[in-house]
């Protein structure tokens, strides 16, 4: 554990270095590094996820567009980095928040649970499981095996988590990401039946809500998000709000629950 905590103070000063602020509003901020624990943790920390190329065609891609940027100096290069156009790392502005007390679902989604009366969700059950199931059958494999690998070990040092949504045994939604203390940063869902993957997000906030949570990160903004109640926020308020709550932890409760009660 005191190697962990050395390494992640070493890679706060890393992102530190960076100047997030005055990083491009869309793409990169930076590009390089690696997908250990440490260097993810403290990359959300400081407001950044990781976006990884899954493929040789992938990496290419982000050199032809980005190159550029990295000569200009605009967009960084971690150092050391021998590929450091596999990893790109992202903080985008304004960010899409969904602040608790607002999280809201459309009625007939609402209607559709009052029906589900099978339907449960739980949370930190199979993370794994949920974040192999966010990536299967999708082209884009940005949840690459290495990404996956540290995810999972920051879930077993209790810094990720998941929600899932069951019908009876069947894991049919549910959502990853990482916690910095009061602000959950949701990285995927996934829906094997219609609704099942809103069902986990709005689950997700529910839970974190009552663990002393203020605010969950979708990181990319669009209507499916707004709908669930997501909010853009420039990114200095989002790194403030970061900055200023990332001390906050009580523990996000784990137990099986009605899914209905999210239609109240």
């Not at 959950?184 to 689950?203: E, I």
Request: glycine letters at 10%; charged letters at 25%.
């Amino acid at each position: 554990m005191d190697v962990y905590i050395r390494t992640l103070a070493r890679y706060d000063g890393l992102w530190e270095a960076l100047d997030i602020l005055g990083g491009p509003a869309e793409g990169p901020v930076a590009f390089g590094g690696e997908l250990g624990p440490q260097t993810l943790l403290a990359a959300y920390r400081r407001g950044l996820y990781p976006f990884p190329a899954g493929t040789a065609e992938q990496r290419i891609v982000n050199e032809l567009i980005y190159e550029s940027a990295v000569d200009a100096g605009s967009v960084k290069v971690l150092p050391g980095s021998d590929e450091p156009y596999s990893i790109a790392w992202c903080s985008p502005d304004p960010r899409p928040v969904i602040r608790v007390e607002q999280a809201r679902f459309q009625r007939s989604l609402r209607q559709q649970l009052r029906n589900r009366t099978t339907w449960t969700t739980t949370a930190d059950v199979c993370f794994e499981r949920v974040v192999r199931q966010c990536r299967a059958g999708r082209a884009e494999h940005w949840l690459t095996d290495d990404l996956l690998r540290g995810l999972c070990v920051l879930h077993e040092l209790g810094h990720a988590h998941s929600v899932e949504v069951w019908d009876g045994d069947e894991l049919i939604g549910g959502t990853f990401g990482v916690r910095v203390g009061a602000v959950f940063s949701a990285d995927s869902q996934f829906t094997l039946r219609s609704g099942a993957g809103k069902a986990a997000v709005v689950d997700l906030t529910r839970r974190f809500a009552e663990a002393g949570g203020l605010a969950v990160d979708v990181q990319r903004d669009g209507d499916h998000v707004r709908l669930l109640g997501a909010t853009p926020i420039p990114r200095p308020e989002y790194l403030t709000l970061l900055a200023t709550t990332r001390h906050a932890s009580r523990p996000l409760a784990t137990e099986r629950l009605p899914a209905r009660r999210l239609a109240g």
